[in-house]
Nanobody
Framework: QVQLVESGGGLVQSGGSLRLSCAAS????????MGWFRQAPGKEREFVTA???????FYADSVKGRFTISRDNSKNMMYLQMNSLKPEDTAVYYC?????????????????WGQGTQVTVSS
């Protein structure tokens, strides 16, 4: 079992930055691939970025060049640095963990989810 807790969300102006954190419980954090998804009101939960257990990183086209995912296995932590934020980035952001060998791009491939943290970008 893995428990995930997100933090770092908030209200920021367009063009600003935020850093989200995801704290994971358990002793096998390094065995999991990790991802960030987001869900805006009335929309499906969508892929944002993921990092494999080996450190390979994947990004949605909409955030490439603006967002950076990282992980610190010694601290059981994952991070999402979000720069040049836009109003369309407004959503609840969820961290997720997967123990599967998968593309990491689909929410169905993840086994554990956090409760989410709200990010609001004002124009």
């Amino acid at each position: 079992q893995v428990q995930l807790v997100e933090s770092g969300g908030g209200l920021v102006q367009s063009g600003g930055s935020l850093r989200l954190s995801c704290a994971a419980s358990g002793r096998t954090f390094s065995s999991y691939a990790m991802g960030w998804f987001r869900q805006a009101p009335g929309k499906e939960r969508e892929f944002v970025t993921a990092i494999s257990r080996y450190g390979s990183k994947f990004y949605a086209d909409s955030v490439k060049g603006r967002f950076t995912i990282s992980r610190d296995n010694s601290k059981n932590m994952m991070y999402l640095q979000m720069n040049s934020l836009k109003p369309e980035d407004t959503a609840v952001y969820y961290c997720a963990a997967s123990y599967r060998t998968a593309t990491l791009l689909k929410k169905e491939e993840y086994d554990y989810w956090g409760q989410g943290t709200q990010v609001t970008v004002s124009s």
